[in-house]
């Protein structure tokens, strides 16, 4: 056995002294990187962290400009999410702005000023006619190719054929840039921002081409009034902003590890400008998208969201003061009674939900295996054509679906004069005005209409949701709940108001305001859609919450949410985005579910009983040509160092790519270091090697002397559990202190798809 | 070296078959349990958990019953937590219930029914004067005494002297049963909390006597007008019904690990009834107390928050159907401008904060070191004398607090009629009555009660919190900010309506409504304040919005709350709760702070350089003498199994007490094992040994064969996230294979308060 000359070496270390990781800085440049599709390790970059950290502080003492330059640096976590807020605060308002121009667009122009959407036209115009929305400077399509305005077959043909041609036109453009530009920017992002977060480099998906065609293609894609929303791809446009912003603070941009807590901070912010809810977006980045979210990222993501909400509110695109998308006006009390038809809601959200993961997934796996994925352009135009022309006859399809919620969350109060509010109301009688009253026909029919616009938008939304355009998934699922939620109210309603002596229903009714509101119900039936769609829980109560002002309504919320997490859940544990994240084979360590098989480590780690034995590197015996045929003739990532070939007791561990670099640049750089030097990773180089044989090469400063070791008899759920925690890359598995194998995050990936009977070969590498 | 003869037995075992963890339900009860002030080893716990998990899976096809048990298996976490939550809510229900009822009767007693507090009184009474509180039942001290209802000096020296008596009576009683019944139920309990979240044992804290006399002495010491609040002893409250619930299912009640859950869920539910702000519980759980809070924990803290929340409302103590504490029914914009005084009332809430933390850790520790604290009835005694005689003669230190930052969060309406809403405004004028106008005098001298209100209650709470009765700091503190808040508010009204016309103030008061809502600063006040005090943020932004329904004045609270933080933490990084932690020198590794020093394992493990060496055990020669010679003569809680004395490489852990256990059990009950029987720990018995001496004893049932270890280079802030993320006890340091010491919990938190340059030997343990 090799015998341990420094074996007390480690002792002269001491508080304070220079060690291995501060001399990091003085290595050649590129150690410390990744490549693309690697998995980072987090407990690497933030030990790198701190020696920068440890580094600044260190010269502070020396100069007023260090002095500045170590405020700077403490700081700059902040002002860089401060940045980030505010350019995705901006980002928001710009899209949100064209969006409306472009969807205003489909149906008229304004003839003076074609930059101008119908709003802003009608108010320049100042003659604003009653509905606010007609105006003499605002011309519908129709009226600008002569005929009179909208009335007649004429005008009717014209104005659907305006429609879908605009909405194909949008889509086509939309469809080009993405696959010309910028092919990361389609789909919601939210799937794979979530891998990104978890540890994983995908180059280019936040850059900014990605930033720049996913802002303008969403607009496009809204506008074409495709069944999708841009409050998911919001947030991937946030994480862009917040990954090109990290770059101008080399703490964050240089280190992979930090830079995920500005991105989780992004997310929140995207969250946040998407639909106006701060609080909502930090917990949407804490419960959904984020892995590694210690409390200062949860500060920062605060800071961040409240700073792009306050940019975005100064814009007011909201066009109100209330910085509430959906807001409801009323605050009637809910009965206990009425937590039976909320919870129903919940079990269709939470069956809808679940009915939607499968379909979609089957579609998108359909898609993905079969020639249908070679047509991207003709399947999204197909999708437009069918949804340009079926729904333009049907109001509450024709409008854009944040529209449709914002009308159906509404109370019906004595103003408003359209179809859902045709009740048989005394309108002369103020303390009429809100009570409960039968149905007109209005109403009947408005019922027909949402219940085939439910049909409609739940299947489109399965073929939409996957395309290749930015397209998000909340307000469609939104606006399927919302629909079913009303018809719920306006049933219980009814029910309340012809049993109004029934004592089930006799203290709803018996106080001046309407029995039942029916906009609530819309409001948890979209709660419950989404909620079984994304399986969100607190996150979207406060979402929910933030985006109608209910904050009386969080119990119904709540019920509503849990119900539609526990039916979804039912029926498959995952929800939309990480069914995509399986479906894509990202390699995603779930944290939410808990692995309970009773593996051991030795059952993981490789090399398996019959294969040929690790490939390690000893302390001092490898010489560079050694070495550099190990590198040649091996593709593994990294070279546990050992302390002979016969004991196998673990010394360290070498990344390649160090190895590689120091080698190459020994080689290039270092006078003496020949093919047949001896690579020495240990402190202690004997003096006969340096005299009889050529210059040594000592590596030591490479070395990782502290990595991660578990023993073969560890259970995989503690492997498991030490992978997420601690973000690990790798761990090194020992028998009575001599190595045995190794065991990677690819290894744990494929191991926890084998037990759960997936194809473990799917998963995406490298 | 010792051969390795069963050097591949690992390799034996395969997915489900029967390994270590699979026995463990067989050995001798009491293994795996801790003693009182111990630190629980959570890695372990959780794997208990899994293997009892996997033990009823596997029994689920033999019956129907065990179908059932399985179920209820499964089901156990969220009843649990619902059980937990209805209690936490009839728990609030009760001490509301009965805190009004003994403030009240500090003024007064129902005379036909003393069971009734004021309000009740003149419900029942039916003849409820103007004011709603005047009624001929209710009668004040100074009427039963025969005197004119309150008029003249009589009058008042009696509702004086009363007033001071009882709150003198509820005090004295109030310390006494707590001194007698139950010590653990003093303070706010939220450090302690803390510190058991984070795996440590204080056995009784959370029982049920404890439950009892809190949830009592909270009622007396509220009652009796000390500058305290309920809030925070009601999580204290709330984790005693998670601690007793938990005993009802074994899965929680017998691990430790996995009781934390509930605990988490408990302490949600406390802040959700302690202000009506489910969310805000949730988040409070998750920012302030927990330490471990996977995402299902978050889900069962949402459930069980939503239930305790529901729970209080059917009682709805609160007296509105909002379930909103501090209901503000205004909608009232906020400009730009605003934000300046916003961020004072932060700056002074963050000053008020780190002053506060300064001087009340100063005296807590001058208590904790001097006569002092040997006298503490004589303390509550004169805290609450002096408390009663400066606070009666003011009637805003005389209401209670909640009614104190009700009032002062309220906008002035027409039908106000108290001193604050004395503005000089045309009454008869509905559209002039929400005006901002000038100052009337009972304004004027409603500032100067609450400028000596401030003082008073800024002081008075220095001293109040930490005396030995139940004592929560949300309240005061929020109270002291509400008048801080509602000062600068009416200047701020002031200044914009002397200067309306000036281009500052021109958009905020040329509109309908009043120029500044000075109750909105009350708010932000009362928010910053409690913002310095404990450096919550994202929760403290939702508690606040969820006490006051105030959901559009996210963006200012925001600020206001960051800004004390940030100002807070530039004069001391710790809140209140981690101060008192330190104080008291609980064993708490805080997850907030980074540990950013160089050190490295080998600095910290024991046994040191001049130690004698390490206590070890061999896997094959120890005999149960040797054993028991070790257990008694080291206090070690474990000890790391070798495969021999010389070569030192690890086999595995075994603790003191498990170890302890299983030799008196074979001593015991296991024919042939004498003092002289070898111990095995090893898989492999030679047969020589079992023929030729006594019966050997086989231990390897009760080895850790996978105990965490790093090497002696591992950084020690590597180390400190290793204890943090995986909730370790203890991990084993190596050099190349080879045992070198132990680090323990201890050590690692010596460490970290010996770099902090703090007294590591304050730190209390065992």
């Not at 108001?497 to 006799?506: A, C, E, L, V, W």
Request: hydrophobic share 45%; net charge neutral; proline share 5%.
């Amino acid at each position: 056995m090799t015998s341990l000359p420094h074996f007390n070496v480690s002792f002269s270390s001491s508080p304070g002294s220079t060690n291995l990781m501060d001399t990091l800085e003085d290595l050649p440049p590129g150690i410390g990187q990744y490549d693309d599709f690697h998995t980072i390790d987090w407990l690497r970059d933030i030990a790198r962290d701190r020696t920068r950290h440890r580094h600044i502080q260190k010269k502070r003492q020396e100069s007023c400009f260090e002095k500045v330059k170590s405020a700077h640096d403490a700081w700059s976590g902040w002002v860089c999410v401060l940045f980030v807020g505010c350019a995705a605060g901006v980002c928001a308002a710009i899209i949100d702005i064209g969006t409306t121009w472009m969807s205003d667009l489909k149906e008229g122009i304004c003839v003076d000023a074609f930059w101008l959407n119908r709003e802003q036209c009608c108010w320049a115009a100042n003659d604003t006619l009653l509905d606010q929305l007609t105006c003499s400077q605002w011309h519908s399509w129709p009226q600008l190719f002569g005929l009179p305005s909208d009335s007649g077959a004429g005008g009717y043909i014209i104005s659907y054929l305006m429609y879908v041609a605009c909405a194909l036109a949008c889509a086509t453009l939309a469809v080009m840039l993405v696959r010309v530009f910028a092919p990361y920017a389609c789909g919601s992002g939210i799937p794979e921002i979530k891998t990104i977060l978890s540890g994983f480099i995908i180059r280019g998906y936040l850059g900014k081409w990605t930033l720049i065609i996913k802002s303008v293609c969403m607009m496009l894609a809204v506008s074409a009034g495709l069944s999708l929303g841009k409050e998911g791809p919001l947030v991937h446009v946030a994480s862009c902003c917040g990954n090109i912003f990290s770059y101008l603070f080399p703490k964050y941009g240089k280190n992979e590890a930090k830079k995920r807590e500005i991105l989780s901070a992004a997310s929140a912010a995207g969250v946040s400008v998407a639909f106006g809810a701060p609080i909502g977006g930090v917990l949407f980045s804490l419960e959904e998208v984020s892995y590694y979210f210690p409390l200062k990222t949860l500060w920062r993501s605060f800071f961040c969201a409240l700073a792009a909400a306050f940019v975005l509110r100064s814009f007011n695109p909201f066009g109100n003061d209330h910085l509430v998308m959906f807001y409801i006006d009323y605050h009637n009390p809910w009965y206990l009674i009425e937590l039976i038809p909320f919870i129903l809601l919940g079990v269709l959200g939470g069956i809808w939900g679940a009915v939607f993961i499968k379909y979609n997934l089957k579609w998108c796996h359909y898609r993905k295996s079969s020639n249908l994925g070679k047509y991207p352009i003709t399947e999204v135009l197909i999708v437009c054509l069918v949804t340009g022309i079926v729904a333009y006859p049907n109001p509450y399809t024709r409008m854009n679906a944040s529209e449709l919620i914002k009308v159906l969350v509404k109370q019906c109060g004595p103003e408003d004069d359209i179809a859902l509010c045709d009740y048989q109301r005394n309108l002369t009688d103020v303390n009429e005005a809100f009570k409960s009253s039968p149905l007109g026909p209005g109403v009947v029919a408005a019922m027909w209409q949402l219940a085939l616009a439910l049909i409609f938008k739940m299947v489109i939304t399965i073929f939409t949701f996957g395309i290749k355009v930015p397209a998000g998934l909340f307000i469609p699922s939104m606006a399927a709940g919302a629909i079913a939620g009303r018809m719920i109210g306006v049933g219980m309603e009814q029910l309340a108001f012809y049993h109004q002596d029934h004592h089930i229903f006799k203290e709803m009714c018996n106080e001046g305001h309407t029995c039942v509101t029916p906009g609530l119900y819309a409001m948890v039936g979209a709660a419950a859609a989404l909620g079984g769609v994304t399986r969100m829980t607190v996150s979207l109560v406060v979402i929910m919450f933030e985006l109608t002002g209910g904050l009386q309504y969080i119990v119904p919320l709540m019920a509503a949410v849990m119900t539609a997490k526990w039916v979804g859940d039912a029926f498959g544990r995952e929800g939309i985005y990480d069914g995509h994240i399986l479906l894509n084979g990202y390699p995603f360590l779930d944290s939410k579910e808990e692995f309970t098989h009773t593996t051991i480590a030795a059952d993981v780690m490789r090399p398996r009983r019959n294969d040929p034995p690790l490939c390690v590197v000893t302390q001092d015996t490898y010489t560079v040509d050694d070495i550099e045929m190990v590198l040649r003739d091996t593709d593994h990532n990294g070279f546990p160092v050992v302390v002979s070939h016969e004991s196998q007791y673990l010394v360290g561990f070498v990344l390649r790519r160090d190895l590689s670099i120091a080698v190459g640049n020994a080689r290039k750089n270092q006078d003496g270091v020949v093919s047949n030097s001896v690579v020495y990773f240990s402190n202690h180089v004997p003096v006969n090697t340096v005299v009889g044989g050529p210059e040594p090469l000592k590596l030591r400063r490479i070395l990782d002397m502290a990595p991660i070791t578990i023993t073969d008899q560890t259970p995989m759920e503690t492997v498991v559990e030490m992978f997420r925690k601690l973000g690990l890359r790798q761990t090194l598995v020992t028998h009575n202190g001599r190595l045995l194998g190794i065991i990677t995050k690819k290894d744990v990936l494929r191991h926890v798809a084998q037990m759960k009977n997936q194809d473990p070969d799917s998963i995406l590498f490298n």
